[in-house]
């Protein structure tokens, strides 16, 4: 399939569309093809300024050496450094590119082979306090079927914890009511699991869904909101709450892991609220509570 002829050689635009459709035939998220798609697509972007050719088999691991610490790999839109975790998953990327044309036949030597992770702490979580929380919720409050459906969408995100992805796509027979349970069938690792519902969420969904039976939880027009339409919506509401570039929702779902460790003080809880699959994607929850802590130490 790959076109490496000195006649029609394969460049990296060209390799980069197999590669994801590798990546979709494998079942990974939209999000994650997405960010493949930036990272490589801003090293094509470098080459072409920097007038160095774009053919697969020309980019060697000096190359990749340059572009990485080039303005465009190390540097923001606005100028400032990228935090070391952004950095690490551009280098993620290209490891991975790389590791799939070299097993595929598109090039004989992986460039990448040499790239290797920053070490570096991964950041705290960008949770909001409970007034925060209040406050982005008092600002979808309306009587409008899409501010109904986006006040829904941000109290159900608050008091479980689920990604916006997997709430997206959940319809209205995901939802047990008289068992006090989300049935979330779309997760990260495509693992369905069970969540429990607290009695305001219960009370809250009840009068969401009224007399509905069935369709999509979270409507857009056509089919479920998507995530772009989903995003804008929280972005104005945290605007109208003074909380722009604070209030996302993922930082609900830090809210919800953070209150419920502390409390419980249980992180295994917290893991499998969360549907983690691994204990130390929660662990960084338990680095936030430094005000618990000197409170043990005193007492």
């Known amino acids: 399939m790959w076109a490496t002829s000195k006649e029609n050689p ?18 990974r998220s939209e999000h994650t093809i997405g960010q493949y798609r930036r990272h490589v697509g801003a090293l094509d972007r470098w080459l072409a ?40 998953a551009l280098r993620t990327s290209l490891r991975a590119a790389w590791a ?14 040499l790239i290797r992770r920053a070490r570096c702490a991964p950041p705290p979580p960008r949770a909001l306090s409970d007034e925060e929380v209040r406050r982005l919720l008092a600002a979808v409050q309306g009587d409008t079927p899409a501010l109904r459906r986006d006040e829904a969408l941000l109290k159900l995100l608050a008091s479980t914890g689920v990604r916006l992805s997997s709430a997206l796509n959940l319809r209205v ?19 369905p699991v069970t969540l429990p519902l607290s ?31 989903a995003g804008r919506r929280i972005e104005e509401a945290a605007a109208r709450a003074g909380l722009s570039g604070r209030a996302t929702a993922h930082s609900l779902r830090h809210s919800f892991a953070c209150a419920l460790l502390a409390k419980t003080g249980n992180l295994a809880m917290v893991q499998q609220a969360l549907a983690h699959r691994s204990i130390a994607s929660t662990v960084v929850y338990a ?13």
């Not at 009695?199 to 027009?221: I, M």
């Not at 680095?287 to 007492?299: I, P, Q």
Request: glycine share 8%.
């Open 10 to 27: 394969m460049h990296l635009a060209q390799a980069l569309d197999a590669f994801l459709l590798q990546l979709a035939a494998d079942g």
């Open 49 to 88: 300024a920097t007038r160095r050719s774009r053919r697969l088999a020309d980019i060697d691991h000096e190359t990749l050496a340059l572009f990485l610490t080039s303005a465009a790999a190390r540097c923001r839109p606005d100028g400032k450094t990228k935090r070391a975790t952004s950095t690490n």
């Open 100 to 113: 799939y044309w070299h097993a595929s036949g598109a090039v004989t030597v992986n460039a990448a082979r």
């Open 173 to 191: 027979e995901d939802v047990d009511l008289a068992a006090g349970e989300l049935h979330v069938r779309r997760t990260k690792g495509d693992a």
């Open 199 to 229: 009695r305001a969420a219960v009370h809250d969904l009840r009068g969401y869904l009224r007399e509905r039976r069935d369709g999509y939880l979270f409507p857009g027009e056509g089919g479920p909101l998507n995530r772009r339409q």
């Open 287 to 299: 680095r936030v509570d430094r005000a618990g802590l000197r409170e043990a130490l005193r007492g």
